[in-house]
């Protein structure tokens, strides 16, 4: 597997620490709450969906799913695990979306934005390809404690990541009904994802970008304290909040 395949959050029965876990529990709180705009009749678009187990979430809820990943190994392990006959996964350039016009009621799109490089043409694909009245649900990493205002993100997957104010500006080129939320955990959970990400004072030419991947992990294990037991955290310590400001990740429910 490459380091790029790596970023995908895996759902498995043991964590090499504590942090990973907290990572997997925040995307799937994600998508239990997206559940709450599905009803049996949606048709929903669930753009980059990773290893799948998200988009199959879904689909025990909606009439039709169809599940986005710019890597075909990924398509292939999903389409294998999960596939059936509501839920398909299917390989996408990140650009044009192979929809008509008002065929979607709801799409998701989780941690992927600051991954794409011409944001604006994006998110008018996605408005593109929403029913009226349909309804976009996106998370994206909060830039407020991450990186200092002139730093690029350290992680070198992402292009950009945005301030609240700087996501609700962009989707309201787009979308006329808007509403700018954030994702926060308990003082525990909190403490342990602000750790991983938060500024380094000391990393003023953001060096951390340049250590590999698989490397962090190591020395964040070691920190850790090693592996951690999937039990000790649930999704129910993670919440919405609209106070976004130590929010750990910013959430978007847009309305065309």
Request: hydrophobic share 40%; with cysteine.
């Amino acid at each position: 597997m490459s380091e790029k395949a790596g970023l995908r959050i895996y759902p498995t029965d043991f964590y090499k620490s504590k942090e990973e876990y907290i990572l997997y529990l925040k995307h799937l709180f994600a998508y239990e709450f997206a559940r709450n705009f599905i009803s049996e009749n949606s048709f929903v678009l669930d753009i980059g969906s990773g290893e799948g187990y998200g988009a199959y979430l879904l689909s025990q809820q909606a009439k039709k799913v169809v599940g986005f990943e710019v890597d075909v190994g990924a398509v292939d392990h999903a389409s294998k695990k999960y596939s059936s006959n509501n839920l398909a996964f299917v390989l996408y350039n990140g650009m044009k979306i192979p929809f008509s016009d008002n065929y979607f009621h709801c799409v998701t799109c989780f941690q992927v934005i600051e991954h794409v490089a011409d944001d604006e043409l994006f998110v008018s694909e996605i408005f593109r390809v929403l029913k009226k009245g349909g309804i976009l649900i996106l998370t994206t990493p909060n830039r407020t404690y991450r990186l200092w205002s002139w730093q690029k993100p350290w992680n070198k997957y992402h292009v950009r990541e945005y301030y609240p104010s700087e996501l609700e500006e962009l989707m309201k080129k787009y979308f006329p009904s808007i509403k700018i939320l954030g994702i926060k955990g308990t003082e525990d959970v909190q403490r342990i994802e602000i750790n991983r990400v938060k500024i380094n004072k000391f990393d003023f030419l953001n060096l951390r970008r340049f250590v590999p991947i698989r490397i962090g992990r190591m020395l964040r294990k070691l920190l850790d304290g090693g592996g951690s037991n999937k039990m000790d955290y649930t999704v129910k310590d993670f919440y919405i909040t609209e106070d976004t400001r130590q929010a750990l990740d910013i959430l978007a429910i847009c309305r065309k």
